[in-house]
């Protein structure tokens, strides 16, 4: 089951990716393409955003939806063998549910990140967890010594 993330977080995450320089901003599970939309919305030229999605549902609908942008069907362990070398990487903006990913993964997403990302460059995510609370772990956090 796929749930977007909503507006205000979209576009919360959109304010803060830089409008100006030529540096790619590349966009990590797009999903349907809601954080897409408002990277567009906010500024973002075409030109500069990437958008990296892994499963091939999610791309088919993202090109339909934004086929002036380059959407690539990608994991993002593998981030540095498809973006452009050429292109310095001024922000990446994550929607990957990395705390729901097993470590060993969530450890190579994150280091791909950093391979690419410029030095000062800024990475905005987002991320649920669900934290499974039992009524003795709620007891003891509330317990004073």
Partial sequence: MVCPSGMPLARSMA?????????????LGAGTGTVTRQLLDAGIAP?????????????????ERFPQLAILEADARWLADCLPRDRQVDCIVSSLPLLSLN????????????EVLHEGGLLIQYTYSCLLYTSDAADEEDSVD
């Fill in 103 to 114: 470590e060993r993964v969530r450890n190579q997403i994150i280091s791909a990140m950093f």
């Fill in 15 to 27: 304010a803060f990716a830089p409008r100006k320089g030529d540096g790619l901003v590349v966009e």
């Fill in 47 to 63: 030109r500069r955003l990437v958008v990296v999605e892994q499963s091939p549902v999610m791309v088919s609908l993202l090109r």
